[in-house]
């Protein structure tokens, strides 16, 4: 079992950064692709992006690619996601992932998911 807690969400301007973080509890968590999905208002959940357990492959959603950044720290089982350039777009309810079996942007695929932590972003 993995239990996965997030957090660093908050209300930001248009332009502004964030950086989520994503604890984990459980001696396996270096062994698990870990992503990052989020949920806005009325819509489906979706693909952020993703890393393999050992930090060496990532993966980014076009509409955050070159913005947001994923990044791990086995050490402390904690996933990180730097958010920078924030757009209107981006305020949703994101969530933490871990554990993927298939195509890693389908939620579906993913195991284990925190409660998620809210981001807005302002105009």
């Known amino acids: 079992q993995v239990q996965l807690v997030e957090s660093g969400g908050g209300l930001v301007q248009a332009g502004g950064s964030l950086k989520l973080s994503c604890a984990a509890s459980g001696r396996t968590f270096s062994n698990y692709g870990m992503g990052w999905f989020r949920q806005a208002p009325g819509k489906e959940r979706e693909f952020v992006a993703a890393?393999?357990?050992?930090?060496?492959?990532?993966n980014y959603a076009d509409s955050v690619k070159g913005r947001f950044t994923i990044s791990r720290d086995n050490a402390k089982n904690t996933v990180y996601l730097q958010m920078n350039s924030l757009k209107p777009e981006d305020t949703a309810v994101y969530y933490c992932?871990?554990?993927?079996?298939?195509?890693?942007?389908?939620?579906?695929?993913?195991?284990?998911w925190g409660q998620g932590t809210q981001v807005t972003v302002s105009s």
């Open positions: 992932a871990s554990r993927y079996s298939g195509t890693w942007t389908l939620p579906q695929s993913w195991t284990y």
């Open positions: 890393i393999t357990w050992a930090g060496g492959i990532t």
